[in-house]
């Protein structure tokens, strides 16, 4: 089990439908990532946040639109998708983006299919 | 940002002692050295973290060198269940700490 709680586990959606990706955590973290991991692949990151402002931002397609809403939550809403976005999507925190480099704690992710 | 070389595939007995080794050649002062570990369909797991000589936990031993150019992570008595992929990762300290994977080395543990 993980610390980080993503929903829903799988995701199928046509290139027309808008949908959102959900990431929960209740360690006081205060970093939150989105990362995209395609099949056979290394994880590559998409946006991280820092006490919910948007730090980075790795050059994503604007049809991937990030939110934090809070502390606890970030979601990753999806519009107009193409199928190569076919991926893995994971979510992770860290204590904060100090000076100590920290540990990120992943969830299991989503697993995307675009049709 | 640094980047990482290691083996893409490593096979080894159940019971051994494995050793992955990490090339960082242009490691700068403030980078941390950071190992995860990803099963399938599951999401990477810290594992260890060192900045030099050597680092030990209940699961890993990193070893970094004075020159801190490669680092090896050490698994002792491996078990079925430490086939995975093992990334080594290079985090600068002191900012946004942007951590970029590297390819990864798949190690199977044979029975």
């Known amino acids: 089990d993980t610390e980080v709680t993503q929903t829903p586990k799988h995701l199928v959606m046509g290139m027309t439908n808008k949908k959102s990706l959900k990431c929960e955590q209740h360690m006081g973290h205060r970093a939150m990532y989105w990362y995209k991991q395609k099949a056979k692949k290394p994880p590559e990151l998409m946006f991280v946040?820092?006490?919910?402002?948007?730090?980075i931002n790795e050059s994503v397609p604007s049809r991937f639109s990030p939110e934090c809403p809070n502390s606890s939550l970030l979601n990753l809403h999806l519009h107009a998708l193409q199928p190569e976005d076919s991926a893995l999507y994971l979510c992770?925190?860290?204590?904060?983006?100090?000076?100590?480099?920290?540990?990120?704690?992943f969830g299991d992710g989503t697993r995307l299919s675009i049709l | 940002l640094a980047k990482t070389t290691q083996p893409i595939s490593m096979d080894s007995y159940e019971g051994q002692e494995v050793n992955i080794t990490c090339s960082h050649n242009n490691i700068a002062t403030n980078d941390y050295i950071t190992w995860y570990q990803q099963f399938p369909s599951q999401g990477p797991r810290f594992i260890i973290q060192g900045y030099k000589t050597k680092v030990t936990n209940e699961v890993a031993s990193l070893f970094i060198p004075a020159d801190r150019k490669s680092s090896t992570l050490s698994l002792p008595r491996v078990s079925l269940s430490d086939t995975a992929v093992y990334y080594c990762?290079?985090?600068?300290?002191?900012?946004?700490?942007?951590?970029?994977f590297g390819i990864g080395t798949k190690l199977q543990v044979i029975p």
């Open positions: 990762l290079v985090v600068q300290s002191g900012g946004y700490q942007k951590v970029t």
């Open positions: 946040y820092s006490y919910e402002k948007l730090s």
């Open positions: 992770a925190s860290s204590q904060d983006l100090g000076p100590r480099v920290q540990p990120q704690h």
